[in-house]
């Protein structure tokens, strides 16, 4: 298996909803991504998982709360979001954090509304 | 067909014909360099890395050049396919940096005409 798997797809939420982005992987990776894309620009790196721990927070507000359960699971709770949060969330693997390429699945596309 | 990646985020080739798409990076210091597709409605895909220790390295139907005098990346793109449509982003990493260093260019957005 050598996908990183996303669910859901897409996600149409309120201001005042809370829901979470689900990222699994079975490649054995131990550092997993969260990165958000706007449409037409690149993406931008939100956290960092190294073995089971955040080990970079790019400055992200808190109503954005990640969570790695396992080293297969990767989870992002959302909670009060804005309409300018809306934009593609991709989850990516890699072996190590060490530089080499990335595992990317192929995101959820999130509307607030 | 060429493109000059930041200055020319668009790249139009027919079928058939070879493809390059320029990336100039932002960092001297910057050792490892990558290059992924995106096609629509997907993520990013790895299509062909190189460390600073190489000019050029091939893959199938593709080669990066990179030279680190001008901090210029370049993808060429052999007998392009409608396929290969996509944008493609470069990016680099500094050295001694991990994957949370990873720096992504703007990005160039391939068409192919058939």
């Known amino acids: 298996d050598t996908e990183v798997t996303q669910t859901p797809k897409h996600l149409v939420m309120g201001m005042t909803n809370k829901k979470s982005l689900k990222c699994e992987q079975h490649?054995?990776?131990?550092?997993m991504y969260w990165y958000k894309q706007k449409a037409k620009k690149p993406p931008e790196l939100m956290f960092v998982?190294?073995?089971?721990?955040?080990?970079i927070n790019e400055s992200v507000p808190s109503r954005f709360s990640p969570e790695c359960p396992n080293s297969s699971l990767l989870n992002l709770h959302l909670h009060a979001l804005q309409p300018e949060d809306s934009a593609l969330y991709l989850c990516?693997?890699?072996?190590?954090?060490?530089?080499?390429?990335?595992?990317f699945g192929s995101g959820t596309q999130l509307s607030v509304l | 067909g060429e493109s000059v990646g930041l200055h020319l985020p668009t790249l139009s080739v027919q079928e058939g014909d070879n493809s390059i798409i320029n990336c100039a990076y932002s960092?001297?210091?910057?050792?490892?360099f990558i290059w992924y597709k995106q096609e629509s409605g997907k993520g990013p895909q790895f299509i062909i890395d190189?460390?600073?220790?190489?000019d050029k390295r091939q893959g199938q139907r593709v080669t990066v050049l990179l030279n680190k005098t001008v901090k210029h990346l370049s993808l060429q793109i052999a007998a392009t396919q409608p396929g290969d449509s996509a944008v493609y982003f470069c990016?680099?990493?500094?050295?001694?940096?991990?994957?949370?260093?990873?720096?992504f260019g703007k990005g160039t957005k391939l068409s192919v005409k058939p």
């Open positions: 998982y190294s073995y089971e721990k955040l080990s």
């Open positions: 990016a680099e990493i500094l050295g001694g940096g991990s994957q949370g260093n990873l720096i």
């Open positions: 960092n001297s210091a910057s050792d490892y």
């Open positions: 190189i460390r600073s220790n190489m």
């Open positions: 490649m054995g990776h131990r550092a």
């Open positions: 990516a693997s890699s072996p190590t954090p060490e530089p080499e390429k990335l595992f």
